[in-house]
């Protein structure tokens, strides 16, 4: 495809669209003739046409799916206009029909993306402009309800039907919409949506996958938020009643989610339970609103979807181009935080989760893979290694977390693990402290700033700002200390100026002998060729000359893949003999990935006496 071909597709699509919006307007003045009909002709025309000029393009897509339910829906918008079944061709040109030609455009609009000028066609690139805050409020005042909750299901009927049941029993104390979205089953379940008193029910003729099939659901919602929901979850007592709450306490917050059985991000929350009543019974004494459980994150995981509902149009809701659904939650996390909202965890609501039924089939190819390079080409940051939290900071000594007011983290990369210590301090002390971060590395600047009140770009630790000086309460240092090409003495000098009296600082140090720096080294990694070596004895007598004394020292050990145990089983043999005792001490060696130096700042510098 050229430049020509991509440019002449958006505006014929915006033709297509000016076209729905006429229809619309006679709908709406109750002027819709037979003759307006003939649009939808040249709509099928159109559809056509995209198919064919997109049919042999490399970008994976979905376009020939759901022109393939466009088409179905515009032959029952047909059939019902001459039936004259009104009730039913309003339904169906709203929340099937539009929505789709809506669905449809974002695809075109991806796959052209390198081909056009994104400002020229502001519609079909929602990321362009600035989100306006104010906009999305005034645009939730007058919702038809509070909620709407969105399920998407592709066939596992009986878990649909435990899913639905769980919400229709426990968020009686919300005002909500249901909405029901088939996508494309073929057990049954269009028939039970169907019987389900109430609700919204939307029937994709032909299965379009997660990203699609949410956003359809999505579309259709009239209440003032959204909560989109998996058919692999059970709902429980006040889980939408605690969302509420929480999403409510503070208008910047633009995005919760409660916690699961199972389920990774460290959202995860362990319930004992026999069977599913005896879960719910579980569940209602542990979903009692409590906003110190509630955790910051710049990452989400999407057990519940809620948002604003304004927020998620703007937005364009979910990123088309995920194709399988990997890394979608990444996505929506980045783009409702960069757009200048708070992602909160409601670690005080339990939901249960069997795990996966929705994305079964695409978990059976490469998707995790497919979708982790999808963020890299969008972003340039790695999910998994920029965005992720490290359980470093559950090994930080509680009682270096007390009487902290101010944090200044040093290259923290996207900030995870820097919020998490803040929401860990929230948690033990009822305290935030205030967020300031110094990166060496500027492509972190838009993530960290959506975090940190201030953001400091940084050449060497030897020029750290003043913020003001001898403020900082506690200075955390993700990158290793060997990986600076400062001193130890300049290092440590300029931490001493820049910390209060009885401060803390916690810094690691990467092990020279872990099974990950072998990995490094036998890839001829210049990351380990310019790092330094230290050793215990040398990093804390260097640091107590600047008046910092040694709390503990912690060493970390990572989870690993089965083949990387395995290599560190076969070196220890190898190394040891074969001797148990040598072969357990080469193992924690190899297993230790770095050690997590814990300090507190006495003030008494023994270089400057």
Known sequence: ???????????????????????????????????????????????????????????????????????????????????????????????????????????????????????????????????????????????LCKVSVVLLSYNNLSYTRDCVESILMNTDNVDYELILVNNGSTDGTKEYFDSIPGAKVIHLKYNIHLVKGFNMGLMAAEGKYSAAVCNDFIFTPNWLKNLMICIESDNQIGFVSPGATSISNLQQISIPFISKEDFQKRAKEYNVSDPSKWEERVVLLPNVLCCPTALLSRIGYYDTRFFRGEFLDDDISFRIRRAGYKLIYCGDTVTHHY???????????????????????????????????????????????????????????????????????????????????????????????????????????????????????????????????????????????????????????????????????????????????????MVCAQARTYGFELF???????????????????????????????????KSLLKSTYEIYQMSYTGNNLYES
């Open 1 to 143: 495809m050229d430049n020509y071909t991509a440019t002449q597709l958006l505006q014929s699509l915006q033709v297509g669209h000016e076209g729905i919006r006429y229809l619309e307007n006679c709908i709406q003045s109750g002027e819709l003739n037979t003759s307006d009909l003939a649009i939808l002709n040249d709509l099928s025309d159109l559809l056509s046409v995209v198919e064919s000029s997109t049919a042999t393009v490399a970008t994976p897509n979905r376009v020939k799916e759901i022109n393939a339910n466009i088409m179905f829906y515009i032959n029952e918008l047909k059939e019902n206009a001459i039936r004259g079944n009104v009730e039913l061709f309003l339904y169906d040109f709203r929340f099937h029909f539009s929505s789709l030609y809506r669905i449809l455009e974002f695809e075109v609009a991806y796959i052209v993306e390198n081909l056009v000028t994104k400002q020229d066609y502001p519609r079909f690139y929602p990321e362009l402009g600035v989100v306006d805050h104010n906009d999305i409020s005034t645009k939730g005042v007058n919702s």
């Open 355 to 537: 795990g996966s039924l929705t994305t079964v089939t695409d978990h059976q190819t490469n998707s995790l893979e497919e979708g982790r390079e999808t963020f890299i080409e969008k972003y340039g940051l790695d999910a998994w290694m920029d965005a992720r939290m490290s359980s470093t900071y559950l090994d930080i000594e509680t009682g270096l977390l007390s009487n902290v007011n101010s944090i200044l983290g040093i290259d923290v990369k996207c900030g995870a693990t820097l919020l998490q210590i803040k929401n860990r301090i929230w948690s033990l002390h009822g305290k935030k402290p205030k967020l300031s971060v110094c990166t060496t590395e500027r492509r972190y600047d838009v993530d960290v700033s959506s975090i940190a009140e201030q953001v400091f770009p940084l050449n060497s630790l030897n020029q750290l700002p003043e913020i003001p000086q001898k403020n900082i309460d506690l200075v955390y240092i993700e990158k290793p200390l060997d990986c600076y090409s400062d001193s130890l003495e300049t290092i440590f000098s300029s931490l001493a100026n820049t910390m209060a009296a009885n401060g803390k600082l916690v810094f690691t140090v990467n092990n020279t002998i872990s099974i990950e720096t072998l990995y490094a080294m036998l890839n001829s990694s210049n990351s380990i060729h310019n790092r330094k070596i230290y050793i215990r004895d």
């Open 552 to 586: 503990s020292i912690v060493n970390y050990t990572p989870q690993r893949n089965p083949e990387s145990e395995q290599m560190v089983e076969n070196i220890a043999q190898f190394l040891g003999d074969g001797k148990e005792n040598e072969v357990n001490y080469l």
